[in-house]
C-alpha cells in the first residue's frame, strides 16, 4: 500500500516536473493578456482551459490552444470575467488601503481582505472548471455548494492552495513572476480531477 502510495506522489512529482517549461510560456501569456487588468478573468479561465484540454488528451501545442481558447472565453464569458477581475482587484487594492490605514483595525481589515480575496479566487477557479467540464453555465452558488459538499478535499485544496502561494512567498519576486499565476491555476486544474492524472504536456 505504502510502495503503490510512493509511486502516485512520484508520478505527480514527475508530471510536474515536465510541466515546467510550458507553465513558463503560461505564465508568459497570462501576464501579457493580463496587462489590462481588467482582463485577468479571462486570461485566468484561458489558462486553466488551456491545462484543462491537454488533461483530455488534446495534441496542439501549448501556445496555440491558449489562443483559441482565450478567443472562445471572451466571446462567451467576457461580461462574467470583467465583473470577476473588477472585484477581484478592488479586495486587492481594498487590503493595501488597509495596510496603509495602521493600527490594529487596519491589519485587521487587511487579513480579512485577503482572506476573502484567498477564498473567492479559490471559488472563482473551481467554478470556471465547473463551467468547462459542464459546458454550460454554473452559477456561483451552486459551485460553493459543490465545492464543501465533501469537506476533506475542501480543505485539501484549499490547505493545497495556502502552501503553495506560502511557498512562492517565501521563494521571492522572480520566481513569482516566471511561473507564479501559472502553478496556481495549474493548481486549481490538478486539485479539481482530484486523484486523476494530469497529462505531461507532449508539444510546448
Not at 491558449?66 to 464569458?77: A, G, I, P, S, V
Amino acid at each position: 500500500m505504502n510502495k503503490i502510495h510512493s509511486e502516485k506522489i512520484n508520478q505527480h512529482f514527475l508530471t510536474v516536473i515536465e510541466w515546467i517549461p510550458s507553465l513558463l510560456i503560461l505564465q508568459f501569456l497570462w501576464l501579457l493578456t493580463s496587462l489590462p487588468l481588467l482582463t485577468i478573468g479571462s486570461a485566468s479561465r484561458t489558462v486553466m482551459s488551456t491545462i484543462y484540454h491537454y488533461h483530455k488528451n488534446e495534441e496542439k501545442k501549448i501556445h496555440t490552444l491558449f489562443w483559441q481558447e482565450l478567443r472562445h472565453n471572451f466571446l462567451t464569458y467576457r461580461k462574467q470575467d470583467l465583473i470577476v477581475s473588477f472585484y477581484l482587484l478592488l479586495l486587492l487594492i481594498d487590503s493595501r488601503i488597509f495596510l496603509y490605514w495602521g493600527g490594529a483595525w487596519g491589519l485587521i481589515l487587511m487579513y480579512a481582505s485577503l482572506s476573502i480575496l484567498f477564498l473567492s479566487i479559490v471559488m472563482v477557479s473551481y467554478r470556471m472548471l465547473l463551467q468547462l467540464e459542464r459546458a454550460n453555465e454554473v452559477p456561483l452558488f451552486t459551485a460553493f455548494i459543490l465545492f464543501f459538499y465533501q469537506w476533506k478535499n475542501a480543505l485539501l485544496h484549499l490547505g493545497g492552495t495556502l502552501l503553495l502561494l506560502l511557498f512562492l512567498f517565501f521563494l521571492g519576486p522572480i520566481y513569482v513572476v516566471l511561473v507564479g499565476g501559472s502553478s496556481l491555476l495549474y493548481l486549481q486544474t490538478f486539485l479539481f480531477f482530484g486523484r486523476k492524472e494530469i497529462k505531461s504536456p507532449s508539444k510546448v
